[in-house]
Nanobody, 116 residues
Framework: QVQLVESGGGFVQPGGSLRLSCVGS????????GIWYRQIAGKEREFVAS????????SYADFVKGRFTVSRDHAKNTVYLQMTSVKSDDSAVYYC?????????WGQGTQVTVFS
């Protein structure tokens, strides 16, 4: 059974940092793009960042460029999202997705709440 499990969410003050992790089981994550999405209450799920299979190519939504960094560790079957300089607008449920040409899998999400 394939599972993606996100962790690392929680409460953080504006300007602070968090690191989200997405651990895959039942799949070789190195065969998939790692993609982070987020969903703010009442809004559609939106793309945040992605990392290629090799890790050489990353992509970011404009609203996180320069603040968030996506990375991966094949040995740990894990994709990360380092969040820095967070803003109140970053409060959302963050989802991880493993994706390739054959399809993909979603994690269950982890809540990030930015409060002052």
């Amino acid at each position: 059974q394939v599972q993606l499990v996100e962790s690392g969410g929680g409460f953080v003050q504006p300007g602070g940092s968090l690191r989200l992790s997405c651990v895959g089981s039942g799949l070789d994550f190195s065969d998939y793009y790692g993609i982070w999405y987020r969903q703010i209450a009442g809004k559609e799920r939106e793309f945040v960042a992605s990392i290629s299979v090799t890790g050489d190519t990353t992509s970011y939504a404009d609203f996180v460029k320069g603040r968030f960094t996506v990375s991966r560790d094949h040995a740990k079957n894990t994709v990360y999202l380092q969040m820095t300089s967070v803003k109140s607008d970053d409060s959302a449920v963050y989802y991880c997705r493993a994706s390739n040409s054959n399809g993909g899998y979603w994690g269950q999400g982890t809540q990030v709440t930015v409060f002052s």
